[in-house]
């Protein structure tokens, strides 16, 4: 992918939409980045390196949840490829209805650094507000890695922080931060 070539960004919002081929590629993308090092453990996963045995049935949970109202999958591809994904869902209490939570944002490791992520997070707000009627966003992101530069500079806002929550391996605290997003 040239730095001009931006990736096809498609969107998924039931789960007979995704079919078993990019099953296996949100497989092979969430084993991979978790084994790199990224920051995306399902709380289902062993800490890594994590296997397709422990990927598989999450990702199979994630599809069988989509829903138009409640949670849709953003793919991006390059060259007809899963390059990277997310996440976005609305909880279904009352009280935070108004508001929805991003998860899971990746890109394969081999593409890392040519704006997938960024195509991703920037078709977001977009999904959220005019299609899923959402006003705010969430994220959480693990400190140490600089996540909390990329999505500030994309307009989300640190609002809290829980200093040594999550347990990267023993000795190995880092602060979860808790990102905003108005719509």
Known sequence: MSAHEPPELRQLTRPEEVTPELREELVDCWEAVVNS???????????PPVRRSHVAPVVEGLVRSLDPDLGRLLVATVGGALAGWLVVRRDRH?????????NHVQTLPRLRGRGIATALMNRVPDVAREEMGLE????????????????????????????????????DDRDEILMGLVL
Not at 94 to 102: F, K, S, T
Not at 140 to 163: I, Q
């Open 94 to 102: 009352p009280l935070v209805a108004h508001r929805g939570a991003v």
């Open 37 to 47: 090092g990224g920051a995306v453990i399902a709380a289902e996963f062993p800490l």
């Open 136 to 171: 705010r966003l969430a994220i959480a992101v693990r400190g140490g890695l600089g996540l909390e530069d990329f999505y500030r500079g994309l307009g989300w806002v640190e609002v809290g922080r829980w200093p040594g929550a999550l347990r990267v391996a023993p000795g």
